[in-house]
């Protein structure tokens, strides 16, 4: 597992240590929750195109990755490219 570590002025931290004392959970408990919940509403969002942001984040992960983007000098090189 990973550690983030950050820094918040006096007043929130003391905001937020109230207010998960009321919940009764701790501050990094609550912390995890609001840094999963959030992106995970904000991934599964539609996108204007039609797509999750998720989907499109997979989709230029997967480009970046392909060897098989041109540009292509000729539409051999395109078409052997299309077989790999």
């Known amino acids: 597992m990973t ?5 918040v002025d006096t007043a929130l931290k003391d905001n ?3 207010l998960v004392r009321n919940k ?6 609550y912390t995890k929750l609001m840094l999963t919940e959030k992106p ?6 539609i996108t204007e195109n ?9 989709i ?8 098989r983007h041109g540009p ?3 539409a051999e ?8």
């Open 3 to 7: 550690t983030i570590a950050f820094k």
């Open 50 to 58: 039609g797509f999750t942001a998720a989907e499109e984040l997979e």
């Open 40 to 45: 995970k509403k904000e991934l599964s969002q």
């Open 60 to 67: 230029l992960a997967s480009i970046k990755h392909d060897k």
């Open 24 to 29: 009764g959970i701790n501050t990094s408990a």
């Open 72 to 74: 292509f000098k000729t």
């Open 77 to 84: 090189a395109f078409l052997r490219a299309l077989k790999r």
């Open 16 to 18: 937020l240590q109230t």
